[in-house]
């Protein structure tokens, strides 16, 4: 029955059954989750006092392209994607609900791929995935994900509690899954030139990972806990660390001074930019798809945030009158600019 | 400033400044929304032991045409269907996410317009937008929706716990929307046709009525609550009755019996599905878009579902080896079929 059934595309199937099969791969792990896949909403009983819920929708051909991305880990991205808006409030992650739409370029097969890059993900972050849909589209995939969390009041971090002289603060490194899609792009028309050529990535993995398969920053939000600091403000850095720094600082009425040198970046990513002729810290600030996360600190937490691996000082909180700006090698201070609307 | 921005196309805008102007339809009305739009994620505090989610995904051309469902109902409707599922379960609506993902097809008066048919049926409804997210799509327009509600534990009904000799019960009537849907897409093909000719849809003012701007059945929730009717399984009937006595029936694992003559239906939609030539049975079976709710009571709530308005007995819970049957008016038993998968 199931190699028969993996042989249709997916719309030839019953709507119900299909999702019933589907929702196989999904077992229940949580407490908290009382009815997952199957009803017409999913019901949760929290553990926490307050519930914490982001919903992202994917386009393809706008939010990813299928040439070069596996279906497995556009799974496995979009569902970090959506986990990484709940970790910039400081919640933790606890389900997931996802609507696919697709045409008939897709067999179930290519369907249960995309899920099984989904349920990799959530079993990392222990994420139940709780709702399933599955519906018709023209031709493009299409893909919406929610997902929800559960926060202790008392930890809460909105963007909006930075305050005068603290410290900013960000998970990881930059611009390495920016740099990863310039890499896929330059190769994607090579390919479309001649396409008996094949890409060469050799020494590119770490760059192509940070694109094709960003990991949540969980790891950050538990060491949070553990060492006992509680940002003042806190965000995703999902459009890169210039959209943070201004998401921060327009909630909590302050300006920054965000230090070039201090942006954290792999040599591997500086050596390709500059390959590639792209100015380093643009690319840092401006970006994208990191999915790190940036928070704000009290100068007295200064000891404890050494404890955490993998977080970098960049800058300071300042008056809003100040204004938000990059100070460059040379002390040279430039304004940070919102980004464009285009492919965020 | 706000005359300025509304000549524009919506992705010329800042992404964060569109937003942070959309935002200000939408101000908070429930004590439990904690956090509202304008964060990472929406922060709540329910009030009852249980959370209610659902997600639903609409496209263009797909799940709705623009050609002839004007933005302002199409807002509206999408918030009904996405609440219509916790309806299903019992629950009551409180707060809604919206992504929106828009091609420069559409400028900031139409996004308003989508918006405020949103807003309408929000408040409505006393729910709060607490996700508000537009991005960018190739040409069609997008929208997804999520929508949270609470249900105390003991009033929380699923798809799963109807037992034999119960009553099988819907509000509302049936067919009218599914009718209203084959008059607009008549027009359509004249007006494809023949520009220059006007539709007339004199008198059918109900069927469209219903297929554009279907309301949610927060009445049938209330009254139940109100006369002490706790049903014992429910589901919301978004794809015909067939699907919804399909998926109680499979879920409960009971059979049924529907009697064609009690399914309810105006004399308007009897009467056009007669000149359209459709079987009016097969219409109300498997025409869906209807969000009316079906349940199952004991025969000992039959005096107190009496007093609940707009509800229709329309069959009885049989065991499981008897199978789904619609009785017909010749006292004919056929099959209940699942409907098929396409644009559901």
Known sequence: MEDNLTSKSAPQLGKYDLIAELAKLFPVENASTVIGVGDDAAVIDPTEENVVSTSRVFLENVHFDLTYVPLCHLGYKVVTVAISDLLGMNAVPTQLSVNICISNRFDLKA???????????????????????VSTSRKDLVIAVTALGECEPARLVTRGGAKENELVCVSGDFAAAYTGLLLLEREKKVFEANPTVQPDFTGKDYLLRRQLKPEPRLDIVEALRREDVLPTAMANVSDGIAAAVMQICRASRCGCDIFEEKLPMTELTFLTLKDLDIVHTVAALNGGDDYELMFTIKQSDFEKIKKVDNVSIIGYVKEESAGCHIVTGDNHHVELKAQGFANS
Chains 1, 2 share one sequence.
């Open 111 to 133: 369907v249960q791929e995309l899920l099984d890059g989904m349920r990799a993900c959530c079993e990392t972050a222990h994420v139940d995935v709780v709702g399933l849909d």
